[in-house]
């Protein structure tokens, strides 16, 4: 009997080392992860539980600011990171698991702002932008040229400038930018999308410190493989309000 338990605990080692070893970050970002009275949820939350579970492992989910969880998953092994866009400046960086929602970002404005015109990237660069350090939609506009970009330490705090004034732009996602707007008791009709970034559109991945464990990458790669081909995905995806 002591036999087998003892060989029983070795052939569980190799999932309980996985298990404990690996990291899981994120951030406050509605619909996709939020926290609720301390519960972790929403549509990519559910979807990387999902994939956890597939896959047999267990994981905490620790919210905290975008900055911090990405250079967190930047230098740490095995740290599994959430909802992030792919873009060509981060491709090296991480180990790219899948896509597990669809996302889509607009240039937002105060709608009394009638001096702030916005019908091309062009003209949006003429006008003071507020973005978010380490976030996807500072890279991509200073990819493409715009140098009115003021930085935040948080989305939230955007959306507080641009409504007291101090920027005139911002790009947020379509999806969350309600709910976040709601959460700061602010009013939904101040605001209108001004301009859809359509280079910013399309899925949100979870990703892995470009240094993890092959075999633990692959492991999940799978299971998110699987989730997908037992319609989890849909299922997950059709609790949630969709983007038009």
């Given at each position: 009997m002591k036999y087998f338990a003892a060989l029983l605990s070795l052939?569980?080692?190799?999932?309980?080392?996985?298990?404990?070893?690996?990291?899981?970050?994120t951030e406050e970002f509605p619909?996709?992860?939020?926290?609720?009275?301390?519960?972790?949820?929403?549509?990519?939350?559910?979807?990387?539980q999902a994939v956890l579970d597939e896959a047999g492992l267990s994981a905490e989910f620790n919210f905290m600011p975008?900055?911090?969880?990405?250079?967190?998953?930047?230098?740490?092994?095995?740290?599994?990171?959430?909802?992030?866009?792919?873009?060509?400046?981060?491709e090296d960086s991480f180990i790219w698991v899948g896509e597990i929602a669809p996302y889509r970002t607009s240039l937002y404005k105060l709608?009394?702002?009638?001096?702030?015109?916005?019908?091309?990237?062009?003209e949006a660069a003429r006008h003071r932008v507020g973005v978010s350090i380490e976030d996807v939609i500072y890279t991509y506009l200073k990819r493409?040229?715009?140098?009115?970009?003021?930085?935040?330490?948080?989305d939230t705090g955007n959306i507080r400038k641009l409504a007291g004034k101090r920027i005139d732009v911002i790009a947020y996602d379509e999806a969350s930018f309600g709910h976040v707007v709601r959460e700061l008791g602010l009013d939904i009709n101040q605001f209108e999308r001004a301009l859809r970034l359509d280079e910013l559109s399309g899925s949100l991945y979870m990703?892995?410190?470009?240094?993890s464990d092959p075999d633990l990458a692959d492991r999940l790669k799978d299971a998110l493989v699987?989730?997908?081909?037992?319609g989890i995905y849909e299922e997950i995806q059709s609790r949630y309000l969709l983007l038009n």
């Open positions: 052939l569980l080692m190799p999932m309980a080392v996985l298990a404990e070893e690996l990291m899981v970050v619909p996709y992860n939020y926290q609720d009275h301390g519960v972790a949820k929403g549509l990519s939350t559910e979807m990387v975008w900055a911090r969880a990405y250079k967190t998953a930047e230098i740490r092994k095995n740290t599994l990171i959430f909802s992030i866009a792919r873009i060509p400046e981060r709608r009394e702002a009638d001096h702030v015109q916005i019908g091309s990237l062009e493409v040229g715009f140098e009115q970009l003021e930085l935040v330490g948080s990703a892995m410190n470009s240094q699987r989730v997908h081909e037992k």
